[in-house]
């Protein structure tokens, strides 16, 4: 989506002009054309909303009742009961295995729950734990999904190429998973997930850098190559021991080369909802920035210098610089190298300065999806100039889940 960074501060500017800021704003057109697109993108398969990357009830609701959307991948436990009660979504995967023991009581204690959400699992340990605090003769039949492992260890494992996740690496691991969770009481096996980070979290195109682009794209062609075989193979083992519901894959960096895999029944897309800086790295599709927020400018230090307040809302990963909040309009704004984005103030410098009084709001784009919703308690939502809609994110609810 093509975007004249002059029209859309403009019309930013007059949809929340009665606001005082620091506050976010999702620009609904960018969203919904996002949402469209994703679909396209997955060749027909539902794409699961990874609520990580979204972390607001409205919004994660809003997609899902869009064609093509089906269900959400959830980061914890406590946040998948509470999505399944408030009426988001009767599908809630928990994408990681959970130790919260009052949460698995909870589920435990409550058929319709346990019909609705499914359990993430790598090891009979988790199993333990989760028997520890209900046994199996006194809880429904729980729903449990195997993680497998879908980092790339070439070189006979000397080198590893992507996130460290799940031990249930080969197919015959997997297989052994399947046929213990199969004799147990208590637990059902319903699905299989492999998250290719390194291709599906990974921008193929970093700006400036060319030659680490192409090495990028090299490594994710050799994994994908693999993976396609061993994730082929790792479902095929464990339909042996159970009747598969799905087989769930990718992220939004990677949802036509995952959709195109005949092991994998959905897809899984969130960030790209929304647009965050990091996905401007991808070369085969970028997202419309959908979310900014504003901070107000409240001096002046120096000619060609402007500090706004606030603005160090940082993102999860490693510690550089493509994890920092970046200020895109108006443009020709850039962080100074020696302060960063700071808590309480964020000096601004270039071109984009010459124009900036006091009072004037600074639009900064977040670097990863979600984590923006953990500083605001609400978010407005724009259509055209005007703000349609405001709604509490996750914090804004009295939840932080993580």
Known sequence: MAIDSDTLRERLDRATAHLDPPYAVVDLTAFDANANALVGRAGGKPVRAASKSIRTRALIARALRGPGWAGVLAFTLPEAIWLVRTGVTDDALVAYPTADRGALAELAADPVLAAAVTLMVDATDQLDLIDAVCA???????????????????????????????PVHSARAAGRLAAAVARRPGFRLVGLMSYEAQIAGLGDAPPGRAVLGAAIRLVQRGSYRELLARRGAAVAAVREHADLEFVNGGGTGSLVATSADPAVTEVTAGSGLYGPTLFDAYRAWRPAPATFFACAVVRRPA?????????????????????????WLPAGLSLVGTEGAGEVQTPLSGPGTAGLRVGDRVWFRHAKAGELCEHVNDVHLVAGDEVVDTVPTYRGEGHAFL
């Open 136 to 166: 199996p003769g006194r809880r429904p039949e729980l729903r449990v999904c195997l993680d497998l492992d879908a980092s790339w260890r070439p070189l006979g494992g000397r080198v590893h190429v992507g996130v460290r996740r799940s």
């Open 303 to 327: 000619p060609g210098l402007v500090t706004v307040l606030g603005g160090g809302w940082t993102a999860s990963g490693p510690a550089e610089r493509s994890r920092l909040p970046r200020p």
